[in-house]
């Protein structure tokens, strides 16, 4: 697990594997570190718990650090990201193509301290993606930043995600997932609960939402024992995102390098669990594991 040229070798294997294009950018110059060995630099840190590039440039092959300098990697992983989404699916579609039961749920990511929240400028570029305060109702806390909003698979393999401010409803995001998902069963958890937004979702897209009932609520019954030790699989991905992949800490100071370091973690995560299932044919969760 320790050795970062036989992980890059491994992980970079398999993009070729399943994406047949070696660069994404348009480049007039044809670039030494192709796009392709660029995200496999990228992901390799991720599923490595490298979150410092200094770090990752101490650590980098003789023969990749002689191709790029640190500040042009750090602008085209930025500019790559459309291209790691579109890793990230096609690796998701090879779990999740017949699927039709899914899991939603957020969790907060958090930018800054709440003290700091008055006189921190990061990630406020852009009117549209300054951070604000929202309040986590899991932890009993408010923090300052965003919060991750995620789709996944019975699995344990992430359908889709988004990121907004953290002072959004959970709620509003199944307005995202309308053209996400169709003929399947969503479950969640008591923030997206709504009787309007669930006759909406199953009326239009034959999507059967299933929720817990608050104890007061009318003709109550108990949400299905299989239903809530599924919802737990979500949350077990949220734990490996913190654990070991360290989602909650945050280097970036612009909006395009926080939303780019979130896929990049997601997307090695996922990764791994494509070379677990379909590779050495071993438990898709035991990410803390030698990739060869």
Known sequence: MHNFQTNYDKILEVLNTIEPKSNFLHQ??????TDKELIAINLTSEFMSIDSEYQLFRLLPEKLLAKIERSVYNRRRRRLFDAIEL?????SNFFNEFEDCFIVDSMPLEVCKLSRSGRSRICKEQTYCTPDKGYCATQSTSYYGYKLHAVCSVKDVFKSLDISPA????????KDIK???NDCLLIGDKGYLSADIQLNLFDEYNIKLSTPMRKNQYNYKQQPYVFR???KRIETLFSQLCDQFMIRRNYAKSFEGFKTRILSKITALTMIQYINQFIYH????NIKIKLS
Request: avoid cysteine.
């Open 167 to 174: 002072s959004v409803h959970d709620i509003h995001y199944l």
């Open 179 to 181: 053209t996400q998902l």
């Open 282 to 285: 071993r438990n898709i969760n």
């Open 87 to 91: 890793i990230r699916e096609q690796l």
């Open 28 to 33: 007039i110059r044809k670039p030494k570190l």
């Open 229 to 231: 030790k599924s919802r």
